[in-house]
Every structure is written in structure tokens, then in C-alpha cells.
Nanobody
Framework: VQLQASGGGLVQAGGSLRLSCVASGRTFSNYVMAWFRQAPGAEREFVAAISWSGSSTYYEDSVKGRFTISRDNDKNTVSLRMNSLKPEDTAVYYC????????????????????????WGQGTQVTVSS
């Protein structure tokens, strides 16, 4: 699976951005999808994840209520809508795909771990100014 992320940019605190990630090469609906982010000098951290059909979504606590992950399996796209952005949201954002063979229970338990995602996009920079 090849992943191409886009939509990052510079925005003022309180503003919004929409990130998109287009997948190619495999059957998109077979994969769970996620967004991670990495700030300078920090480890890559989980942001949001979505199940194969989109029926289940998961969020890191600090983005709950502000970010929304969605997917369109007909367009091979996963999106991350980010509202009420804060300076601490500044990071490079990565989309990731994993696990055609995962069970629902396995994904529900491990969605936040980088290790379950086999494919990664190149990242898109999000900068939030105060």
C-alpha cells in the first residue's frame, strides 16, 4: 500500500485544517487506518484510528472532541478533520495502514501502537501559531 498525505499548513490557534491520505496498490477497505504525529525531539504518537468500514473510531485523549477521522472506501481516502487547533498540535502528521488479517478485538486493543501499522505515508507538516 502506498500512502500519500496532504493538507498540512500553517494556521492560527483556534483554526481548522483537514488532512487527507490517499491509498493505492491494495484493496483499501481491507486495512485499518490511523493518523499519528511527531513533534521535533519527540516520539511518534497516536492521534486517531478507524476500522475497516469506518464503524469504529478511536482518539487520543487530547484531541477528542476536536478531531474527527473518517474514511471513504470508494475513494481510497482517509481524512482527519482538525478543529480548535492548539500550538501543541504542531507536528508532522503521518497516515498509516495495517492489518488485513487483524480481528476486531485485536484492533480494538492495539490501535494506538505504531507496530501494528505496516505502511506509512510521507508526513505532512501542521504548524499552529499562538
Amino acid at each position: 500500500v502506498q500512502l500519500q498525505a496532504s493538507g498540512g499548513g500553517l494556521v492560527q490557534a483556534g483554526g481548522s485544517l483537514r488532512l487527507s491520505c490517499v491509498a493505492s496498490g491494495r484493496t483499501f477497505s481491507n486495512y485499518v487506518m490511523a493518523w499519528f504525529r511527531q513533534a521535533p525531539g519527540a516520539e511518534r504518537e497516536f492521534v486517531a484510528a478507524i476500522s475497516w468500514s469506518g464503524s469504529s473510531t478511536y482518539y487520543e485523549d487530547s484531541v477528542k472532541g476536536r478531531f474527527t477521522i473518517s474514511r471513504d472506501n470508494d475513494k481510497n481516502t482517509v481524512s482527519l478533520r482538525m478543529n480548535s487547533l492548539k500550538p501543541e498540535d504542531t507536528a508532522v502528521y503521518y497516515c498509516a495502514a495495517g492489518g488485513p488479517s487483524y480481528t476486531r478485538n485485536y484492533f480494538r486493543t492495539n490501535y494506538h501502537k505504531t507496530s501494528i501499522y505496516d505502511y506509512w505515508g510521507q508526513g505532512t507538516q501542521v504548524t499552529v501559531s499562538s
